[in-house]
């Protein structure tokens, strides 16, 4: 379809968005129709159930999901500042609650996940989380880089495996791909940083968070303070040439609204 900066109408998921926003503001809506379209063109939609762009300043708007307005809207709690450069939590008791299940939504067979972080910090805060008990730190989750300089990104797995000091800092867009079984790469935009072994030999299947690690207990810790500005899960995995793509397509995005970091 043809944006309307060209004289046209949204596409699907831009008009969905503005019948559940009530957003208005051309820049925002041209930059995320121009997403979609490039979603749409490298046919990605059908393989990301969810994405949340962060945009339009408020928490009433950045809690919508992209892809289904009618799915997974985000609940935040806590100490959290929203504007137009997406959302920043406290490092104390600032998270969001997804609803989302990781069997469902990000397979074990094949699935990426990932965060645009504006924010250059070392912290031990989790980013995003889905981990099963605070015995045993099964499950999936990215520290993007932590007071130690490593960056913890398990998917499926223990949280130690594969851990190491792999980015040269915490901004951009950090993606956790597991493309089978015994695989998963780490990406900091287009980037491949890192490729590890690693049996999935966890059926963690507790919902995400973000900017913390819950337990499915209503509670967060492990709080981040990193500024995130767009967060996406995937069904399936990404390959080294459509990470390229899509993170194209989020620096785009990114730029369009004036707060890239790259």
């Not at 998921?13 to 009530?22: K, P």
């Not at 799915?71 to 997406?86: D, E, K, P, R, V």
């Not at 990781?102 to 250059?120: D, E, H, I, M, Q």
């Amino acid at each position: 379809m043809i944006p309307s900066s060209y004289g046209g109408n949204y596409s699907p998921l831009t008009t969905n968005w503005i019948n559940a926003t009530g957003e208005s503001n051309p820049t925002i809506l041209n930059a995320l129709n121009t997403f979609e379209d490039g979603l749409i063109l490298n046919s990605f939609v059908s393989r990301l159930p969810v994405i949340y762009p962060f945009v339009g300043g408020n928490s009433t708007k950045h809690a919508f999901n992209f892809m289904n307005t009618a799915n997974f809207q985000l609940s935040f709690y806590g100490g959290i500042t929203h504007n137009a450069n997406g959302y920043t939590p406290n490092g104390i008791n600032g998270y969001a609650r997804t609803g989302i299940l990781p069997l469902t939504s990000t397979p074990k067979a094949g699935n990426s996940f990932g965060v645009y972080s504006r924010t250059n910090v070392n912290y031990d805060g989790a980013d995003i989380s889905s981990m099963d008990s605070s015995s045993s730190f099964n499950g999936n989750e990215i520290i993007i880089k932590a007071v130690d300089g490593n960056t913890y990104w398990n998917n499926f797995d223990f949280i130690v495996t594969g851990n190491g000091n792999y980015l040269a800092n915490s901004l951009g867009l950090i993606s956790n791909v597991r493309t089978n079984a015994t695989t998963r790469k780490l990406f900091q935009g287009p980037i491949l940083k890192a490729t590890i072994s690693s049996n999935n030999t966890s059926n963690n299947n507790n919902e995400y968070y973000l900017s913390g690690r819950g337990y499915n207990t209503g509670t967060g810790s492990v709080v981040s303070i990193r500024n995130l500005s767009f967060v996406y899960f995937a069904n399936q995995a990404f390959t080294d040439a459509e990470m390229l793509t899509f993170s194209n397509l989020v620096q785009q995005l990114q730029t369009s609204l004036s707060r890239q970091v790259w």
